[in-house]
């Protein structure tokens, strides 16, 4: 059974920094494409970055592009946001995200509990 735990939040400034990290145990998820989500209060879930298996793609949301960075270790199967440059509105819970693939017998997306980002005015 995959167990997915993120840390890293905080309370932090504007134009502050933060790294996320998400720690997975029980199945490697190296084989995967995993990412971030985010969901603030009232808010629709917003899938921010995401990065294939080997790392040679990733995709950012017009809303975090040229801020944060994903990155993987998949040799410690971690997965990494570096957050810059933050904003109030990157205010909400993130969640590290593991992309279903039913090959690899995760027929479904799979995420973590998530850590809160608070970004201050």
């Known amino acids: 059974q995959m167990q997915l735990v993120e840390t890293g939040g905080g309370l932090v400034q504007t134009g502050g920094s933060l790294r996320l990290s998400c720690s997975a145990s029980?199945?490697?998820?190296?084989?995967?494409?995993v990412g971030w989500f985010r969901q603030a209060p009232g808010q629709t879930r917003e899938v921010i970055a995401t990065?294939?298996?080997?790392?040679?793609?990733?995709y950012y949301a017009d809303s975090v592009k040229g801020r944060f960075t994903i990155s993987r270790d998949n040799a410690k199967t971690t997965l990494f946001l570096q957050m810059n440059n933050l904003k109030p509105e990157d205010t909400a819970d993130y969640h590290c995200?593991?992309?279903?693939?039913?090959?690899?017998?995760?027929?479904?997306?799979?995420w973590g509990p998530g850590t809160q980002v608070t970004v201050s005015s």
């Open positions: 995200l593991v992309r279903a693939n039913p090959q690899l017998g995760l027929p479904y997306d799979f």
């Open positions: 029980g199945r490697t998820i190296s084989g995967f494409t």
């Open positions: 990065i294939t298996s080997n790392g040679d793609t990733t």
